[in-house]
């Protein structure tokens, strides 16, 4: 279908995205949840939770907190954002010994109610050496997902 020239709708990306991450193809269904979400500019559909947050654990996973917050940012226009979501963001950035800009702020503002494991990961957060590098240090092996939406969602 898509070497043919066809432009898939929204519901074509999910059940592309879904059939993906059930066979663990993820950067494959990253690549299928960022065509998908680039079509919601004016639609009521979104995507299912399940599917969501699965991207946002396969962008932690990757190690990529850059992708991760790009990644949550579309969400947030969107409003997909959800506990597991900053979760993942939280992990991405504790994995990348990164100092995370403004989260607090994020889930303060989406009104996310935090659990006892958020509060941990907060507080793993505030202890990242702020003098280390700013640069994300993946696992050996891992490739790094790339999530580059356009702003202009």
């Known amino acids: 279908m ?26 494959k269904a990253t690549d299928a949840m960022k065509k998908g979400l680039s079509l919601l500019k004016n639609c009521h559909w979104r995507p299912p939770l399940e599917l969501v947050e699965a991207i946002a654990k396969h962008l932690e996973e990757q190690g990529s907190a850059k992708d991760a917050y790009r990644y949550t940012k579309v969400l947030r226009r969107l409003s997909l954002t959800s506990l597991p979501i900053y979760k993942s963001l939280l992990r991405a950035y504790i994995n990348a010994a990164i100092v995370p800009p ?18 941990r990961l907060i507080i793993l957060a505030g202890k990242i050496d702020i003098t280390c590098s700013s640069t994300p240090r993946p ?15």
Not at 107 to 117: F, G, L, P
Not at 143 to 148: S, V
């Open 139 to 153: 696992s050996q092996g891992m490739q790094k997902a790339r999530f580059a939406l356009s702003d202009s969602l």
């Open 102 to 119: 403004n989260i607090l702020a994020m889930i303060a503002k989406d009104q996310i109610i935090m659990d006892e494991e958020m509060d």
């Open 2 to 27: 898509l070497e043919k020239g066809a432009r898939p709708n929204y519901k074509t990306w999910e059940i592309l995205t879904t059939g993906y991450v059930q066979s663990g193809q993820m950067d």
